[in-house]
């Protein structure tokens, strides 16, 4: 039988309530969290759209491994649990383990970084571009031009650009390269995917210049199901395999586990180099802990072994991206613009699109976001001017290249009812759409200031 309803391949053993709450208290509740959703009490929230970062629902197998965790400071049964879980899906012999991803790149392009030396992505995530601009590198994004267009059907959005790639390492110098960095999936640019293809020629155009080549995997695991769907060559892998292979282009990965490891802590480095792991051990012990737990508890390490292996399975694949995409091609049926085709871990929606009265400098994208709280609960988090808008010389204001709201879906956590409620909202949305007007920044911080801006609406 061909059946439209996603069934969740789990039964719900232990269920957190969710606490109710009206429009009128809503409205409230967002005034006094100063118009920022970051400012909100998750209790307060109804469904929590903010991002699928450690907010997974672990499995009965992964709260057994939590009691069977061993807390010993070195050598903990735990962590070899971890580390062969972490060989056995990268092939890599030489593991890190941190307290999350951003730590890992930390250890990694602060090491690597530096005044002169440059870094080249398909699109560096905040926290990577972060490490690396704080080092003193510098970090330039090459997605490939179709990337860039926000309806455009194509099915590897998340590719480097090769060619860019390689005029880069010329015009830099590759002796400046600290390394390339191909995320997957491509976070930064709509959670769309990298083809194998594309990992292996950007591996062949490293090879040539002898630069590192990082993967970053945090969603390699969703990736493989797109590749396993989009590619001629993958249709007879596993997920598994497809990221193995994946892996074996690579000369190393920086991994936050709060993704795709389905834990709520965690992280790693995994390298093939020896003597770079090596090099890396001594500020590991030094600011993350002995290096046969990182900033981990046992329990942790052994809740992220059992993760990697249940991530892979094609019952939990299969509903998390349709179960995506499912609400993506809802909204898209209702005629709101979203980023297309729907990416695996999240659903990123046109907000300029779908407040055209709102200029670009009064955030449409926090309007929506805001809008999405007042209307139904949902809280999601602003990708636009608020996040990337700045100002020239001038003092003029530059607004970011798209005004997006990214609606991440936790793992695990959401039933197909919880979606319908989302998808709901969005159909009152657009029934008052042409009364709602924006914002402006009442007092900012000097960096990051998305997270604890305060807001008030103008007019
Ligand atoms: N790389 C990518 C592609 C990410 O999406 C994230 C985190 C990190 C690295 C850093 O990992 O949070 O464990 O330190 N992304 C979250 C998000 C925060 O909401 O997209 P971390």
């Given at each position: 039988m061909n059946h439209k309803v996603i069934i969740e391949p789990f039964r719900i053993k232990t269920v957190e309530k969710i606490k109710m709450t009206t429009e009128s208290e809503r409205k409230k509740l967002i005034e006094k969290a100063k118009?920022?959703?970051?400012?909100?009490?998750?209790?307060?929230?109804?469904?929590?759209?903010?991002?699928?970062?450690?907010t997974s629902a672990m499995s009965a197998d992964q709260w057994a491994g939590i009691l069977k965790g061993d807390e010993s400071y070195a050598g903990a049964r735990s962590w070899y649990k971890m580390k062969e879980a972490v060989q056995n899906m990268t092939g890599y012999e030489f593991i890190l383990p941190t307290h999350q991803g951003r730590a890992a790149e930390h250890l990694l392009y602060g090491r690597l970084?530096?005044?002169g030396k440059v870094f080249i992505s398909n699109t560096h995530f905040d926290t990577t571009r972060a490490n690396i601009e704080f080092s003193g590198a510098i970090a330039i994004d090459c997605p490939?031009?179709?990337?860039?267009?926000?309806d455009l059907d194509y099915?590897?959005?998340?590719?480097?650009?090769v060619k860019a790639l390689e005029d880069n390492i010329l015009k830099y110098g590759k002796e400046n390269i600290a390394a390339v960095i191909l995320t997957v999936t491509n976070n930064s640019g709509g959670g769309q995917p990298a083809s194998l293809q594309n990992a292996k020629e950007v591996g062949e155009i490293c090879k040539k210049y002898g630069i590192l080549y990082i993967l970053d995997s945090c969603r390699v695991a969703e990736n493989a199901y797109f590749i396993k769907q989009r590619e001629e060559q993958a249709k007879d892998m596993t997920y598994l395999e497809i990221a193995q292979k994946m892996f074996s282009y690579a000369d190393g990965t920086v991994m936050s586990a709060k993704k795709d490891a389905l834990v709520n802590m965690g992280g790693f480095l995994a390298l093939k180099d020896e003597k770079l792991f090596e090099s890396l051990m001594t500020t590991l012990i030094i600011t993350e802990g002995f290096a046969t737990y990182g900033g981990l508890s046992g329990r942790d390490m052994e809740a992220i072994a059992i993760g990697l292996k249940e991530v892979f399975e094609h019952d939990y694949l299969h509903y998390r991206i349709t179960s995506t995409t499912y609400l993506g091609e809802r909204l898209k049926d209702m005629g709101v613009s979203v980023i297309s085709p729907i990416g695996g871990h999240a659903v990123y929606v046109d907000a300029k699109a779908f407040y055209p009265q709102i200029p670009v400098e009064q955030f449409p994208g926090q309007a929506l976001a805001i809008e999405l709280y007042k209307m139904g609960g949902i809280r999601a988090v602003e990708i636009g001017s608020v996040m990337f808008g700045s100002k020239d010389g001038n003092g003029n204001f530059v607004p970011a290249k798209m005004e997006l709201v990214r609606m991440a879906i936790p793992r695990r956590v959401y039933t197909q009812s919880h979606i319908d409620y989302v998808v709901e909202v969005f159909a009152e949305l657009i029934k008052h759409k042409d009364k709602v007007k924006g914002y402006k920044i009442v007092w900012e911080p000097p960096?990051?200031?998305?997270?604890?801006a305060h807001f008030e609406p103008v007019g």
């Open positions: 118009y920022n959703t970051f400012l909100l009490s998750a209790e307060d929230v109804i469904i929590d759209l903010l991002t699928d970062s450690g970084g530096g005044k490939i031009p179709e990337g860039l267009i926000p099915p590897f959005k998340g590719n480097m650009d960096f990051l200031r998305h997270f604890t």
